[in-house]
């Protein structure tokens, strides 16, 4: 029984801790409404239908952390990505945004940039990676040409065996990721904050 009262006066002097600091039950409420949110657009991404009719069917009041929480969950799955599968995830992300901006013309804008980064980024990889490969095969062609005089036996090697290559794609990488990066977060920060501004009173 001496659990019981005390995590009852726990409980009972959160509240009072929540209410003295202003932080009474619309904020609470506010919170919970966020998760909702975020719930929605988790189940979005899963596939399950109805994102648009129940924020449809939302007060005024509600709407906004509501649509706040389901856009967060949306953005959380736009990464860069160079695997074609976590691009789909991405772009099904991006469909969830349309339908919860309703085709938002300067939404729709911002959208396809942030998508021209996400292609870009991959295809951009992709060539620096063919260009590294490249340069090294050449020295790869001499190592074989080595090993062959030593061992008798013809092998092929593949650039990425080489032991500067690992250093320099990772070198390389990094800089991809920081300037695409950037670029991404600065249009995901704009999405957030239109979306926001498309439901405030």
């Known amino acids: ?13 959160r509240a009072a801790r929540m209410a003295a600091a202003g932080d009474g039950e619309g904020d609470y409420l506010g919170e919970e409404q966020l998760k909702e949110g975020m719930r929605l657009g988790a189940a979005f991404m899963r596939g399950e239908p109805g994102l648009s009719e129940r924020l449809g069917t939302l007060s005024e ?32 992300a991006m469909h969830g945004l349309v339908e919860i ?3 938002d013309g300067e939404l729709l804008q911002i959208l396809a940039e942030m998508k021209k980064i996400l292609d870009g980024y991959r295809q951009h990889g992709e060539q620096l990676k063919e260009q590294l490969e490249a340069q090294f095969s050449q020295q790869m062609a001499l190592m074989e040409q080595n090993l062959a005089k030593q061992t008798g036996q013809t092998m092929k090697l593949q650039p990425s065996q080489h032991p500067k290559f690992q250093e320099e794609w990772a070198r390389i990488q ?15 920060d704009l999405v957030e904050n239109h979306l926001a501004m498309e439901v405030a009173p």
């Open 1 to 13: 029984m001496a659990e019981i009262k005390s995590t009852m006066d726990m409980v009972m002097e």
């Open 61 to 92: 009041a509600e709407k906004g952390p509501v649509r706040k929480g389901a856009v967060q969950a949306m953005l959380r799955n736009i990464f860069l990505a160079r695997e074609v599968e976590k691009q789909e995830l991405a772009d099904k």
């Open 101 to 103: 901006g309703q085709g």
């Open 174 to 188: 990094g800089q991809l990721n920081e300037q695409y990066g950037k670029a991404l977060q600065q249009l995901k």
